[in-house]
């Protein structure tokens, strides 16, 4: 029995010894917090920036240095292994301003009250009320009427943290006066886009890409094109009012739908909110994506 005792402990101390638990300090714990904490504020940090769609990419990347190794696929790995080194500084390179500002904001921060305060704030379920859309609806067919332009994007999945710093910070509630008083002509806040996050105008004048689509209409002036820009970056959704003619506009997942009335820009809201659309594929053009069909007038 002695014998078999000893065999026992032998086992498990040579194979086993994995699965002893391990002791757990005070200072253990307290790193615990304190990682969770950080790449909590990491992940944040990158969904809110151009970042998001390189983490996944790299997360496939991963996946198939993972698959490699498995099956013992030497050359692969040492080619990931060697492209994985230069990435890094490629990154470091390419994600300088973000990881500048970054840093900026670490710190100017204080760091768990902001950590508690913004854990509330954006406690919401990510949606549009009813009121907000009527509201954008009344101030964009108001500004219509007047041939006021205007840009107004809505965010949706996809942050656009990195857009709305292009602006001035609002931080309201939206209504269809305080959007038709940011375009009104000749004041400070109407040149560039608004950006709606969820029922709060978050920033004016922001600066919004333009669309590289080389098929796009030649027609289409500055402002459309950056509606389109934002489209083919992100899965918003923008109204566009025109200067020239009082055409509303309504340009989602990198297609313009053209001199829409109030019932068409409700339901295609409601449409768009539902519906998931991936933004990469926008990357695979160069002069290879069909051409769009624009409906109605050429002319802005």
Not at 17 to 26: A, C, E, N, Q
Not at 54 to 77: E, H, P, R, Y
């Amino acid at each position: 029995m002695n014998v078999l005792t000893d065999r026992i402990v032998e086992f498990i101390e040579k194979y086993l010894y994995w699965m002893s638990v391990p002791t757990v300090r005070v200072t253990d714990i307290i790193e615990i917090i304190i990682l969770t904490v950080l790449i909590y504020q990491l992940f944040k940090w990158v969904k809110k920036t151009r970042a998001w769609s390189l983490f996944k990419g790299f997360m496939v990347i991963l996946g198939f240095m993972v698959i490699a190794a498995i099956f013992q696929l030497n050359t692969i790995v040492w080619i990931f292994t060697k492209l994985f080194n230069v990435g890094i500084i490629a990154i470091v390179i390419v994600f300088q301003p973000e990881l500048r500002r970054a840093l900026e904001q670490l710190g100017r921060k204080r760091f768990f009250g902001n950590f508690v305060i913004e854990n509330d704030k954006n406690r919401n379920d990510g949606k549009l009320s009813k009121r907000t859309v009527n509201e954008i609806v009344k101030a964009t067919f108001e500004m219509a009427k007047y041939k006021t332009g205007a840009l107004i994007v809505v965010e949706q999945d996809v942050a656009l943290g990195e857009y709305e710093r292009t602006g001035i910070n609002i931080d309201a509630q939206v209504s269809s006066q305080l959007l038709i008083n940011i375009f009104e002509k000749n004041t400070p806040l109407h040149d560039g886009a608004v950006i709606i996050r969820d029922d709060r105008v978050v920033s004016a004048t922001c600066y919004l890409p333009l669309t590289e689509n080389p098929d796009v209409d030649k027609h289409l002036g500055t402002r459309h094109r950056a509606a389109l820009g934002i489209s083919e970056v992100s899965d918003s959704f923008t109204i566009v009012v025109s200067e020239e003619n009082g055409q509303v506009s309504l340009v989602y997942g990198g297609e313009i739908y053209r001199n829409c009335d109030a019932d068409e820009i409700r339901d295609k809201i409601e449409y768009f909110r539902k519906k998931k659309i991936d933004v990469n594929k926008f990357k695979l053009w160069k002069g290879r994506m069909k051409k769009r069909e624009v409906k109605g007038d050429n002319n802005q």
